[in-house]
């Protein structure tokens, strides 16, 4: 039974480029959240995908935009890129049922020069 | 807006030593409160959760309590090991899932 997976596991780009951040659900799981984690903060809530819709955003610019596609599978995008985009950006899946389980990917880590 | 206030910061215990991290949350209908444990370079792992429905709840070592009129919950951690050292977060969701975060305490277990 997989677990939450995302790719890339290390990103490097340059302000003002775009990046394109892939996670694939916990198997029987078809929510995915976006948390960006900034050295040494707590995850920040970016926004939460349900039945290819985004559900729930929380306080993030419309740089940060995603998809979900009809196997569960989510991807999260971010345009002209900032210095301050620089940080851990996690994926969490759970099965849609209110307050159930969030379970972690392993990150990208995403460094903009 | 939503606010999850988490403290120490930072706490060093002795090891066998109990460990306690209180954290308070503003939004008056948040309902579940877990608890994570982040190792360096790792994922957030889910050690603890809670709902709003019980008071307390504990598994081996780690338990939570939540008082609901305070708006705070804690997690307390008896008998610490060298590998309960890590960064641990408290947080809160109301009923649309958006998960809250704490800012963190770095725990440091001392031989």
């Known amino acids: 039974d997989a677990g939450v997976t995302q790719s890339p596991t290390h990103l490097i780009k340059t302000r003002g480029q775009q990046v394109t951040l892939r996670c694939s659900p916990k198997?029987?799981?078809?929510?995915v959240s976006w948390y960006q984690q900034a050295l040494g903060q707590g995850p920040q809530f970016i926004f939460q995908y349900y039945e290819e819709e985004e559900r729930q955003r929380g306080n993030f610019p419309d740089r940060f935009s995603g998809h979900q596609f009809p196997n569960y599978s989510s991807e999260l995008n971010v345009n002209a890129l900032l210095l301050g985009d620089s940080a851990l950006y996690l994926c969490?899946?759970?099965?849609?049922?209110?307050?159930?389980?969030?379970?972690f990917g392993p990150g990208t880590r995403l460094t903009v020069l | 807006g939503e606010n999850v206030e988490q403290h120490p910061s930072t706490l060093s215990v002795q090891e066998g030593d109990s460990a306690v991290i209180k954290c308070t949350y503003s939004d008056s209908a948040s309902n579940y409160f877990p608890w994570y444990k982040q190792e360096l370079g790792k994922r957030p792992q889910l050690i603890i959760d809670?709902?709003?429905?019980?008071g307390e709840k504990k598994d081996q070592r780690i338990a939570v309590t939540l008082n609901k009129t305070a708006k705070h919950f804690s997690l307390h951690i008896t008998e610490t090991q060298p590998e309960d050292s890590a960064v641990y977060f408290c947080a809160a969701s109301n009923r649309d899932d958006k998960i809250i975060f704490g800012k963190g305490t770095r725990l440091h277990i001392l031989p």
């Open positions: 969490a899946s759970s099965s849609g049922t209110p307050l159930d389980t969030q379970y």
């Open positions: 198997s029987g799981h078809d929510t």
């Open positions: 809670i709902r709003s429905n019980v």
